[in-house]
T-cell receptor, first 113, second 111 residues
């Protein structure tokens, strides 16, 4: 089983460039999440979705956008990359609230120079 | 504001001892609390879930307690092994489906 797949695994961006981090899950989960993790820190929620067509802001949404046109895909868009967005990004999915575990992708390590 | 706090200082223990990690939260009324393990360079992996009406949950060498009055969960690893060395994160589901994590506690088990 593939589970949650993120691409790319690594990326270097120049300041002001744009990119999309891809996230796909094959478990038919309704809930999907994007987190960033800075060195030595926990996970900060950027955006989340409770189903296709529904997205909402998390703790640190500024500088990012998302869309959820299908159940499987939840891409994260960086429009104008800034050095402060250098981080490791994780995508996760779960089948429901609270009483179900979240499954994580392997992460995307992004450096903005 | 809502907060989830874990001890940010690394926990160093000797092999065979019991490791105890703490998760405190404020301004939440979670129905569930979860614990995850994260190894360097990897995504978190689910370990245990406990419901608000459960005082304690066990899985092999792992034990989790949940005190909704104190707003605290304790995570215990008994008979710890060097392979248990990792960062452990607690997480709560917020209203509307948000899954919020604490900052994690790094555990190091020395042989």
């Amino acid at each position: 089983n593939a589970g949650v797949t993120q691409t790319p695994k690594f990326r270097i961006l120049k300041i002001g460039q744009s990119m999309t981090l891809q996230c796909t899950q094959d478990m038919n989960h309704n809930y999907m999440y994007w987190y960033r993790q800075d060195p030595g820190m926990g996970l900060k929620l950027i955006y989340y979705s409770v189903g296709a067509g529904i997205t909402d802001k998390g703790e640190v949404p500024n500088g990012y956008n998302v869309s959820r046109s299908t159940t499987e895909d939840f891409p994260l868009r960086l429009e104008l990359a800034a050095p402060s967005q250098t981080s490791v990004y994780f995508c996760a999915s779960s089948s429901g609230q609270g009483n179900t575990e979240a499954f994580f992708g392997q992460g995307t390590r992004l450096t903005v120079v | 504001s809502q907060k989830i706090e874990q001890n940010s200082e690394a926990l160093n223990i000797q092999e065979g001892k019991t490791a105890t990690l703490t998760c405190n939260y404020t301004n939440y009324s979670p129905a569930y609390l979860q614990w995850y393990r994260q190894d360097p360079g990897r995504g978190p992996v689910f370990l245990l879930l406990i419901r608000e009406n459960e005082k304690e949950k066990r899985k092999e060498r792992l034990k989790v307690t949940f005190d909704t009055t104190l707003k605290q969960s304790l995570f215990h690893i008994t008979a710890s092994q060097p392979a248990d060395s990792a960062t452990y994160l607690c997480a709560l589901y917020n209203q509307g489906g948000k899954l919020i994590f604490g900052q994690g506690t790094e555990l190091s088990v020395k042989p």
